[in-house]
């Protein structure tokens, strides 16, 4: 390729020679992508400055007070509100009874199924009873 045809002549075809003046222009006002350290500075630029430039979770350091934690010590199982406890064994342990005694025991006398039956309904309606009728306008229910 001749340094001649580089530089549009004007005599062969002038439409042309002003499309290629025309890209000329435009790649020389092209704007150019920035190199990886412009581009990290604009970011500390953008991202480290005002008034609330505060550091973020990963420059969070944890205060050493070289004290471990210790939980408390769980209560006993069983301690506690008897009537509760008795409302849960009649509640779980009637309608297993009474699985056990259609399984194992089909000639037990009718008033075992009923005192089973009404063992395991009154432990259940002690336990909705014993349920929180009002709610705190404070919880937020996250208590375990």
């Known amino acids: 390729m001749n340094p001649d045809d580089a530089h549009p002549s004007n005599q062969q075809d ?5 499309l290629v003046e025309n890209f000329r222009q435009l790649d020389a006002a092209a704007p150019r992508e920035p190199s990886a350290e412009e581009r990290k500075a604009q970011l500390e630029k953008l991202f480290n ?3 609330a430039a505060v550091r973020g979770p990963r420059d969070y ?3 050493d007070t070289g004290e471990e934690f ?4 769980p209560a006993a199982l069983g301690s506690g509100d008897p009537m509760l406890n008795l409302a849960w ?3 779980a342990g009637g309608p297993l ?3 056990l ?3 194992f025991f089909r000639s037990a006398p009718a008033f075992i199924y009923f005192g089973l039956g009404i063992i395991a309904l009154l432990g259940v309606a002690y336990l909705l009873k014993r349920l929180p009728t009002e709610r705190d306008p ?3 229910g996250a208590q375990v």
């Open 61 to 63: 350091e944890v205060d």
């Open 14 to 18: 002038p439409q042309w020679d002003e």
């Open 138 to 140: 404070g919880d937020d």
């Open 70 to 73: 210790v939980p408390e010590a």
């Open 97 to 99: 009874g009474l699985l």
């Open 89 to 91: 064994a009649g509640a």
């Open 49 to 51: 400055t005002g008034p």
């Open 101 to 103: 005694c259609v399984l």
